[in-house]
């Protein structure tokens, strides 16, 4: 089993910036691609950012050239740098990460953008 904890939530203003990071650990082998996903209210859950174990990286269309995913494979984390923020940020971001042929999923981190 892996357990994925997020952290780096919170409030911030429009314009403003927050960096997501989420730890893995428990019965690790190799982590192979590892996500973020957000869930605003009401909507469903979609795909942020993901980045392979070589570090190679995709973004959602919505967050092109604001958000940054970052990956230490030693540390087995991965982090979301997330600038230029807006109103429509506001969701609850989740960690992800492949583990063998298991998918794991956080918790969960609140982020709201808000004046």
């Known amino acids: 089993q892996v357990q994925l904890v997020e952290s780096g939530g919170g409030l911030v203003q429009p314009g403003g910036s927050l960096r997501l990071s989420c730890a893995a650990s428990?019965?690790?082998?190799?982590?192979?691609?590892m996500r973020w996903y957000r869930q605003a209210p009401g909507k469903e859950r979609e795909l942020v950012a993901r980045i392979t174990r070589g570090g190679s990286a995709d973004y959602a269309d919505f967050v092109k050239g604001r958000f940054t995913i970052f990956r230490n494979n030693h540390k087995n984390t991965v982090d979301l740098q997330m600038n230029s923020l807006k109103l429509e940020d506001t969701a609850v971001y989740y960690c992800?990460?492949?583990?063998?042929?298991?998918?794991?999923w956080g918790k969960g981190s609140q982020v709201t953008v808000s004046s």
């Open positions: 428990g019965s690790i082998f190799m982590l192979n691609f």
């Open positions: 992800n990460a492949d583990e063998g042929d298991k998918n794991y």
